[in-house]
């Protein structure tokens, strides 16, 4: 070997080790146990995801939550309640996709025999710990005219409502699907849910601002192919949905019945809501943001401008 191809192959040596001594860690994605969280495992499971994308699963908002600000997780799926306690301690998260819009699927259940809210007085409601939780259970409450004294407010976190409602711990839970399907299925009564309040709450996916542009490629590839993923259940819900039910503890017809529940924007309905140029998400943030103020969850209301990134929307649809 003459002396020149030696320093050749001693170079390009060099440049693997280089290579391989930091490699490029995937874009972890933190998606909770929801129904239409599980279009993002169906993107998956057809390889409509980009490779250097990695989905973890969690049952609990609270356990996502610790995922994502510790640092485990990149980007998580999430409520706007939540976004808004992101924003309000940091403006450093950005909303850059729309999931859903519930319409009905998360509610208020009560045992079959408390028949109106106004039963509810001197009960014991379960309660997750989050934002959600408590905003709608004030909504159910104003509907009923009755102040949060007027009942045992229980707290519970969703992954064990099922088991504290079933064992009579709690005469009410405030929840969402898959567990508002199943007591639903088994006698529980619905006094309360997101249809009585259209537009109100919005499941969102949150990433850091810092990843906006460095992942910005595995970003628009992830967005890409939830819309894909959404395509597809639109056009085969039963084989779709006999693919999303595994993980949500769910038949296929349940899955079906608990996706009724939800609105699923596409990406020209996305992207006028992020944009601003519709105004219903802008409009429903601002009610939700200054209950929660009120209330002392948040102290002071969001930056728009900043909180929501229409651009990976935008990307995504070229």
Known sequence: MTAAARLLALLATAALGACGAEPRLPLRVGVLVFPPYELFFLAEHRGLLPESTRLVSYRSPSEIARAYESGVVDAMTTTLEYALHLQDASDTHRVVLVIDVS??????????????????????????????????LTRALDHAGLAASAIEIVPIDHADQEEAFRAGRVDAVVTYDPIRTRLLADGARALFDSRSIPGEIVDVLVVRQSLVESRRTELR??????????????????????????????????????????????????????????????????????????AGVVDRLPDLETLFDASIVVEARE
Do not use: K, N, Q
């Open 221 to 294: 590839g992830l967005v890409r192919g939830w819309f894909a993923a959404a395509r597809d259940f639109a056009a085969d819900p039963s084989g779709s949905a006999a693919i999303m039910a595994r993980r949500e503890g769910l038949g296929v017809e349940e899955l079906l019945t608990a996706l009724e529940g939800v609105h699923l924007p596409d990406a020209a309905e996305t992207e006028a809501l992020l944009a601003g140029r519709d105004p219903r998400l802008v409009d429903s943030i601002r009610r939700r943001a200054e209950s929660l103020a009120a």
């Open 103 to 136: 319409h009905g699927a998360d509610a208020l259940v009560a045992r079959p025999e408390l028949e109106t809210l106004a039963a509810l007085r001197g009960r014991r409601v379960g309660v997750e710990s989050g934002e959600l939780g408590r905003y709608v």
